[in-house]
């Protein structure tokens, strides 16, 4: 039994509904945290429901830093939230306090569980079915960045170490490459030479951070599409969720990885990669309502960097499943034998592609800035 079922009811018994749990059942389609949804009854009221989620050990080694991280930006959130005539209990997620005090639970094994309440009226798209949904998620990422543009960044925990430093990411396959844990490295020389033929790409950007031209800021690190709640009736951005990764980072690694997953209309894992092409018009939808949403909070020089975000962040990402491909698969879920190694190839399609508009991606960020 895997632990996440293994100590469920625990984790259920650590908490507080404010009525009868009735069922708990796996829940989404997430890669790394396993994640239910909770039913409840309390009393003649009608059913409530909460998400509850044990966070990833392997992906987390100090979960009180992840739920430290989230407790410290949710605060924020809100009374900057309520000071602009929001609601503060939809627009940003809420812990709930387990029955000790604490905002999460440690089982046994040392898994952190943790509850939010369920936004009840919304939905999750895994890709942009019309281009004003992907600027409405655009809006809500750009809002986050505005509403956290002072919060003090070097207060927050780095809970994953080097997370999108790219440099260390082709590092650490350069040395998965030389030890070649599972014998695959035979099979990937393509996938190498793309990456080998972009390695001076990787330190663009961290150079301008460590120049000082590029500030450091809080940010989210996994804006995806996925990752945004959107109103059902209005389809316009209710909340931006799974916080997990906040950290200190680059606003243009944040507009970079949305570009990345939502920008093309194929799945991540696509083996045809003919279907696997970067939508230039979604591109144009997703700048035009990131910038909309954060109202003037970035530098020049971080409007500069826009189209390099979405170009590193693919790569990084490609990188990163490659190199967990490598190792065996075990960061990264996968339900199919390749599957990582699919993942790798659909994102070096997408670098090529932006390499191939890359002008036109820069005449964009103008268009807007």
Known sequence: MAPAE?????????????????????????????????HTQP???????????????????????????????TSHLKKEIAAQGGDPERETLSLCQARDGRCFYTDPE????????????TMCL???????????????????????????????????????????RLAKLKEVVAADPMGRVKDVGPELAFVAAR??????????????????????????????????????????IDLDTVMPGLSINDFGDSIRFGANHCAEDETDLDKVNFDLNLFDAYTRG?????????????????????????????????TDYLEGDHYFRIHRPGQNLDRCRTQFKLVADMEACWDKMCSVVDRYR
């Open 199 to 240: 390695e001076g790409d990787c330190s663009v950007v961290l150079q301008a951070l460590r120049s000082g031209e590029l500030p450091l800021r809080v940010t989210h690190n996994d804006t995806k599409l996925n990752n945004v709640l959107l109103d059902r009736t209005t389809g316009e951005a209710v909340c931006v």
């Open 110 to 121: 040392g898994g952190a569980w943790r509850v939010y309440p369920f936004l009840e009226g």
């Open 290 to 322: 990131f910038l909309e949403g954060a109202e003037g909070a970035f530098t020049p020089a971080e409007l500069d960097y826009l189209p390099w975000g979405a170009r590193l962040i693919t790569l990084e990402c490609g990188i990163r499943f490659l």
């Open 6 to 38: 293994q100590y469920l009811q625990k984790a259920l018994d650590a908490f507080d509904f404010g009525g009868q749990v009735v069922g708990a059942v796996r829940f989404g389609s997430g890669h790394i945290n396993d994640t239910f949804c909770v």
């Open 43 to 73: 009393g003649e009221d009608p059913c409530r429901r909460f998400i509850l989620q044990r966070i990833s050990p392997s992906a987390f080694h100090h979960p009180e830093q992840v739920m430290a991280n989230i407790a410290g930006v």
């Open 126 to 168: 895994q890709s942009a079915d019309t281009p004003e949904r992907f600027a409405a998620s655009a809006r809500a990422f750009g809002k986050f960045q505005r509403m956290l543009k002072d919060y003090p960044a070097d207060t927050l925990y780095e809970t994953i170490p080097h997370f999108h430093d790219t440099e260390a």
